[in-house]
């Protein structure tokens, strides 16, 4: 099971990796995403998660969850949706004003500094 966690969390960083070096936004923000997800895995898995154990010190109970990777990981996801849900606004924002969804800024099929037809 550790072995398809830890591929999984490489899987998803490669991936978001790959993606955030593309030259339009939207595999940007999709990117973005999938690096925010294999944090939370990442975030999820150090705390070593167990079954069935309260997540609190009671009475007569010997062993139990820590709450904190759990805490960790609910206020990744919040602050990850306000982070993409802003990416996105800003994306079409620089859509609507240049005509176009690359990057840089350029035009579609304008040579860059290099050259090079891209």
Same mark, same amino acid.
């Given at each position: 099971?550790?072995?398809?966690?830890?591929? *999984?969390?490489?899987?998803?960083? #490669?991936?978001?990796?790959?993606?955030?070096? %593309?030259?339009? #936004?939207?595999?940007?923000?999709?990117? &973005?995403?999938?690096? *925010? +997800?294999?944090?939370?895995?990442?975030?999820?898995?150090?705390? %070593?998660? #167990?079954?069935?154990?309260?997540?609190? &010190?009671?009475?007569?109970?010997?062993? +139990?969850?820590?709450?904190?990777p759990q805490a960790l990981v609910? #206020?990744?996801?919040?602050? *990850?949706?306000?982070?993409?849900?802003?990416?996105?606004?800003?994306?079409?924002?620089?859509?609507?004003?240049?005509?176009?969804?690359?990057?840089?800024?350029?035009?579609?099929?304008?040579? *860059?500094?290099?050259?090079?037809?891209?």
């Open positions: 099971m550790e072995f398809l966690v830890a591929s *999984s969390i490489g899987l998803l960083t #490669t991936c978001g990796t790959y993606l955030l070096l %593309r030259g339009r #936004t939207f595999p940007v923000v999709v990117g &973005l995403a999938l690096l *925010s +997800y294999a944090v939370n895995v990442f975030l999820f898995a150090m705390g %070593r998660l #167990t079954i069935n154990m309260p997540p609190i &010190l009671r009475e007569g109970v010997t062993e +139990y969850t820590d709450p904190l609910l #206020t990744a996801i919040v602050i *990850s949706f306000g982070m993409t849900a802003l990416i996105v606004v800003l994306s079409i924002r620089t859509f609507l004003e240049i005509g176009n969804d690359h990057v840089d800024g350029r035009p579609v099929g304008a040579p *860059s500094e290099a050259g090079d037809k891209n």
